[in-house]
């Protein structure tokens, strides 16, 4: 992060290249932090208030070193709760903090967090009032669509099948193609999850960056890879003849979520169906597994997300650059390259309304091309008791903000 913030001299001080104190950040005094930067980068204040850059005091983390943040009493933060309480795997307690520079303003004396991994437990719990806050998914939504206390928020993260490229096949872009067309993501949205979530054609999400036009990145650019069955077949009958084979199979990796299960099963079923020849076989694994093997490229095609650090579409688009790390599948192109640096490091960091154009380009790129097979847009559909108000919901960054929170 501190590479895509610009921070002078970062990349060299990563690599060991120049010293530390070469890097370009200074405290003037006790209260002003001086940043100097390589060049332009447009997000780079709402980059400051993302989790890498919080301050840490060196003294308190030189004193738990290994065990820095694993114990409440290894936490020191400035926030507006702090934590007392940490049993692992099943709750967590923050009390406020009245050394917070807004402390007046905060109006509860705490946070109760409980670890509830079944949802209809979650709900019971609500319903007998022992919680006041509780996600909800697929079925639940249904049980309580009716409900004034239910609240559904679009977020930033988007779901996207990654291909990889170095499996046979996979580095056909009509295969590619024929896969992101074959299966109904409004279907997955509306009557699989049900939570808010919309159907993703796109890279960038819906409500993720405004423009030097003042309007939504989506506002001004088109869709890709929309469901057509049709269209399917014949990326596929072109996949078939360019690859000299008309039967395939890959195996899909997914994580152990109720959610990822729904969806995993569904694409196995529209792809199946719909690419006569195709067959998709389904692993399930545990997010670290599933994270490892696609990391480490063990896999084939993967079920995958990636949340917004920043308001920018760079926040996305820099993931699928040659040699990124976040580039599972392999995908390479020069063009979007080109495109990522100028628009990242290059020219066109100085001239926003250009920059923005080329961006809209670089997801075309890769829209085009099937570098990813997006899926969906995630939403969240929460329960909150009527007696409380000002919880905040991002879609950017920090999720959920609890400072606000006011119990009637």
């Known amino acids: 992060m501190i590479g895509v913030a610009g921070i002078k001299n970062a990349e060299g001080v990563m690599s060991g290249e120049k010293p530390i104190t070469e890097l370009g950040v200074t405290a ?147 295969l590619r193609r024929a896969l992101a067309l074959s299966f109904d993501k409004e279907q997955i949205a509306e009557h699989l999850l049900k939570d808010g979530s919309i159907a993703a054609n796109f890279a960038v999400p819906v409500k993720l960056a405004v423009g030097p036009d003042g309007k939504d990145f989506r506002e001004t ?61 389904l692993k399930q694994q545990p997010k670290k597994a599933r994270l490892q093997l696609m990391q480490n490229g063990v896999y084939e095609l993967g079920l995958t997300r990636w949340g917004p650090d920043y308001a920018d579409p760079m926040t996305y688009l820099d993931m699928w650059i040659t040699g990124a790390s976040y580039n599972y599948g392999s995908w390479s192109s020069k063009e979007y390259d080109k495109l990522i640096f100028d628009t990242s490091k290059g020219d066109l ?16 790129v890769c829209m085009d091309a099937a570098a990813i097979l997006p899926v969906y847009q995630t939403g969240s559909a929460v329960m909150i008791k009527k007696d409380l108000t000002g919880f905040e919901f991002h879609s950017v960054g920090v999720p959920t903000i609890y400072k606000n929170i006011v119990r009637k």
Not at 247 to 266: C, G, I, R
Not at 349 to 361: H, I, S, V
């Open 28 to 174: 003037v005094d006790d209260k002003t932090l001086k940043v100097e930067l390589d060049y332009p980068v447009p997000f780079f204040d709402q980059l400051a208030a993302f989790p890498p850059f919080y301050p840490i005091r060196e003294d308190f983390y030189d004193k738990y070193k290994e065990q820095y943040a694993l114990t409440p009493e290894a936490i020191l933060s400035n926030g507006a709760f702090k934590m007392t309480e940490w049993n692992q795997g099943a709750n967590y307690t923050m009390v406020k903090n009245d050394q917070y520079y807004d402390a007046d303003k905060v109006k509860i004396d705490g946070l109760n967090f409980q670890v509830v991994k079944d949802a209809q437990s979650a709900m019971v719990a609500f319903d007998q009032g022992n919680v006041d806050y509780v996600k909800l998914t697929g079925e639940m939504v249904d049980q309580y669509k009716e409900s004034p206390e239910l609240i559904n928020t679009l977020g930033g993260y988007l779901w996207y099948i990654s291909p990889n490229q170095k499996v046979p096949g996979l580095e056909n872009a009509n």
């Open 349 to 364: 960091t100085g001239k926003p309304a250009e920059r923005w154009e080329a961006l809209k380009q670089a997801e075309k």
């Open 221 to 281: 650019t088109p869709s890709y890879l929309n469901v057509d069955k049709a269209k399917a077949k014949e990326y596929y009958e072109k996949a078939k003849q360019e690859l000299g084979k008309d039967k395939f199979a890959y195996e899909l990796v997914f994580e152990d979520t109720e959610a990822s299960k729904k969806v995993a099963e569904y694409l196995k079923s529209e792809i199946e169906t719909n690419l006569p020849g195709m067959t998709i076989n």
